[in-house]
């Protein structure tokens, strides 16, 4: 080999040098808007995403659908009432979430695991927990996210009773006492099928799982309750009935807005708590939100970065 060539492959294995380049990377000097910015907008992204607001339209037929189907008994009661002039609203709005309790629960059904279960199925979760948020941060901005969901959900159908009732030239007094009754009836539902519906979502990072878990925890329930207190009605056990309610979640919202919101009973033969007994549905109320949200918070911890 002649020196010119050795020469030639001692310089092709000699190293490279190495050599900085500068491609731009500058730290961040503008605005840190800290937690509670990020608070506001996991909830905002989480309710618009019940909603299927910027997600693809297939992701909007089903929340939407439910909406209309909320609202339209609501537009054809308000028309019969207009129309046949009647002296009252044929339904109580505190009745009315209660007796479209199945479109509620396939919303929580469908909603709830969209918003929990893909974070955990696709391990994202972490990613939250970086700086700024915290765990209690992301529980409370999706519990509050679910709870203004069903709220809207609920709420809207009320409005829309309470605006024919006017219109109807009803008594204004009565129905803005009943409005607001219904309002504070379908708030607590809410919070109670958020909590309730969150909790079980997020036991598994399978969204139909969770589809399937969430409508079996609320029909099994109500089933459950409502065939016992029918027995129990048969067999002239009345005196149990009101305490039987007190095991489905529906049932527990039932009898706190019979005890305290004037509202009719859906409980067999009418056997609805009394004020004694509606202490108690409260106290059950409250514990299971704040159940439901002392599960999540535990549950969250478990998730490591």
Known sequence: MSPETRSGTKAAAAPAADVIHNIGYRNYDGPRLGRAYARRSLFSQS?????????????KVLPMILLAVMCAPAV????????????????QYTRYAVLL???????????????????????????YFSRPI??????????????????MLT???????????????????????????????VALLSLLFA?????????TPRRGFGVAAVIAVLTISYGAVSTIQ????????????????????????????????????????????SAGQ????????????????GLLMRRYRKVGL
């Open 230 to 273: 029918g027995i129990a009605d048969t067999q002239g056990s009345t005196d149990v009935i009101p305490w039987l309610g007190l095991f489905s979640p529906i049932t527990v919202i039932d009898g706190v807005q019979t005890a305290f919101l004037s509202a009719s009973s859906s409980f067999p033969g009418g056997y609805g708590p």
């Open 155 to 185: 709420g809207v159908p009320l409005v829309i009773l309470y605006i024919g009732a006017l219109l109807a030239k009803l008594d204004f007094v009565d129905q803005t006492k009943g409005f607001a009754q219904g309002i504070v009836s």
């Open 47 to 59: 309710l618009r995403g019940a909603y299927g607001l910027g997600r693809s339209a297939k992701s």
């Open 134 to 151: 915290e765990r209690v941060d992301y529980v409370v901005a999706k519990f509050a996210a679910m709870a203004s969901a069903l709220f």
């Open 278 to 293: 509606g202490v108690v549905y409260v106290i059950v109320l409250l514990g299971l939100i704040a159940g439901a949200y």
């Open 101 to 127: 309790q199945g479109v509620i629960g396939l919303f929580l059904a469908a909603q709830a695991p969209q918003s929990v279960s893909r974070d955990l199925r696709y391990k994202s979760v972490p990613l």
């Open 195 to 203: 909590g309730i519906g969150l909790v079980v979502a997020a036991l």
């Open 76 to 91: 054809i009661l308000v028309a019969v009432t207009i129309t046949t002039q009647q002296e009252k609203l044929p339904v």
